[in-house]
């Protein structure tokens, strides 16, 4: 009689037939373990030999096997009780892991959080300072306050000493302090910034887009000579064939398309290079090089004058054509107009206008080619000249007329609608507008100043 003991566990195998290492049953005078193994969920198997049935009579042995069997019965069930425990308390001890593990996740999310936070502060603080960076060498010329100049220059190191350090050791200091005292240096340094005039170009931003509206070309400006209560803004689509300019009281009343008068000129312009200076507007002829004095008050043309040599009609036009040959500018020092002759090699010409008569007053040769730059603008004497109409365009040479000299820069824009076909400079806004693709937009520009001191008037 073979039987199978499937229930019992390995423990229990040890228990029965290793705590009784005393016991022995011969195979003719009781049970007889025949052999042990496990199966495949690790359950242990254990094969008997029962005794013959002679054998199994009720005298003491058979007696013993009883008593051995219920006591193996009750560890079974005892082991079972403890077996359905351990399972409770590793199911707790799971949770408890895993609820561990979720705490870890949120305290280093938290971590991680207020580094963010603190270093887009820092962040911040680092670019107030680095605008500021550029002002001190306008500082070392004031001449009248060295003294001021040198205590700057000191708090400034200071910062960016503190700021350094903040980069690395992110807390480390009061933020709230540090940011009041780069406040009160940007006051002070914007108290000396009243006092500046002309400056060079070292930075441009933007754009703002004021409207969207007309063709891919045109024109739109305000008057830089205009008082500041007079914000009114001129009209021109297109770069050919047309005579109608639009006037529109102030920005607002642009962008609400609130037309306040419509101006019919005697002649059509070409290209889209035109200016309005001192009330009166300043365009090239169609198909010539005659500059037209139009003004808006009387109604009137109070002055024309054919500008020698100039190529027009698309001879010397910037790269993205339109009749773009010649270019009326303005800047702080006057009127001015920028084209090409074919003594000067296709090569960009600058001549100062006399605002009145149209007259020449100055003329500078330059050796850039005016078909190889996509527009051009002037700021305080110096011509500054784009290398393409299209992305990627950045402003890559100018030309001072103070000293007759040329330099190679690179200055970045965001070209932010693929095509210029209009670049000019206002002085009293100190902005530059543009003809974006049919979208009229505005840029700022950074200029290093020169202050004037009294010794210097």
């Not at 002679?54 to 009750?74: F, G, I, P, T, Y």
């Not at 198909?287 to 003004?295: A, C, L, P, R």
């Not at 002037?378 to 000249?385: A, D, N, R």
């Not at 824009?413 to 209009?422: A, C, E, L, W």
Request: proline share 3%; net charge neutral.
């Amino acid at each position: 009689m073979i039987l199978l003991f499937g229930a019992l566990n390995p423990l229990l195998f040890l228990i029965v037939f290793g705590l009784y290492p005393s016991m022995t049953i011969g195979p003719k005078e009781g049970w007889q373990v025949y052999s042990s193994a496990q199966d495949a969920d690790g359950r242990c198997i254990c094969t008997v030999v029962a005794p013959e049935q002679n054998l199994c009579s009720r005298d003491a042995k058979s007696r013993q096997l009883r008593q051995l069997l219920e006591k193996v019965q009750n560890m079974s069930q005892s082991i079972e009780v403890l077996n359905l425990r351990t399972q409770r308390d590793f199911q707790y001890v799971m949770k408890m892991e895993n609820q561990m593990k979720g705490l870890r996740t949120k305290f280093r999310q938290i971590e991680e959080d207020r580094k963010t936070t603190m270093a887009r502060n820092f962040k911040e603080l680092k670019d107030r300072m680095d605008e500021l960076q550029p002002l001190i060498p306008v500082l070392e010329q004031y001449k009248t306050d060295a003294k001021l100049i040198s205590q700057f220059k000191e708090e400034i190191r200071n910062l960016s000493a503190v700021l350094t350090g903040i980069q690395e050791e992110l807390g480390a200091y009061d933020y709230e302090q540090l940011y009041q005292r780069v406040l009160s240096l940007d006051s002070r340094l914007r108290n000396c910034m009243s006092k500046l005039t002309c400056g060079k170009l070292m930075k441009i931003t933007g754009p703002v887009t004021i409207k969207t509206s007309g063709t891919r070309f045109g024109a739109w400006m305000t008057d830089p000579l205009a008082s500041t209560r007079n914000n009114r803004v001129w009209y021109m689509d297109t770069y050919t064939n047309s005579k109608v300019v639009r006037e529109y009281k102030s920005i607002a009343d642009f962008i609400s398309g609130l037309e306040s008068r419509t101006y019919y000129l005697p002649f059509k312009w070409a290209g889209t290079n035109h200016m309005v200076y001192n009330g009166s507007l300043y365009y090239n002829k169609e198909q010539s090089n005659i500059i037209v004095k139009y003004s808006f008050e009387t109604g009137r043309v109070l002055a024309q004058r054919a500008l020698e040599y100039a190529g027009f009609h698309n001879v010397y036009p910037y790269t993205w054509g339109g009749f773009s040959d010649i270019d009326l500018m303005a800047d702080e020092l006057g009127l001015w107009a920028v084209y090409a002759t074919n003594q000067n090699a296709g090569n960009i010409v600058i001549s100062q206008l006399e605002p009145q008569t149209l007259e020449v007053l100055q003329t500078w040769n330059t050796e850039y080619s005016k078909r190889n730059a996509g527009e051009s603008f002037m700021i305080c004497g110096t011509l500054y000249i784009t290398n393409s109409h299209l992305t990627g365009a950045k402003v890559y040479y100018s030309y001072n007329t103070k000293t007759s000299t040329y330099e190679y820069i690179d200055i970045p824009f965001h070209n932010q609608y693929f095509h210029i076909s209009m670049l000019d400079y206002n002085a009293r806004e100190r902005a530059l507008y543009a003809w974006n693709n049919g979208h009229q937009v505005i840029f700022n520009v950074t200029l290093f100043h020169v202050i004037k001191t009294e010794d210097d008037s």
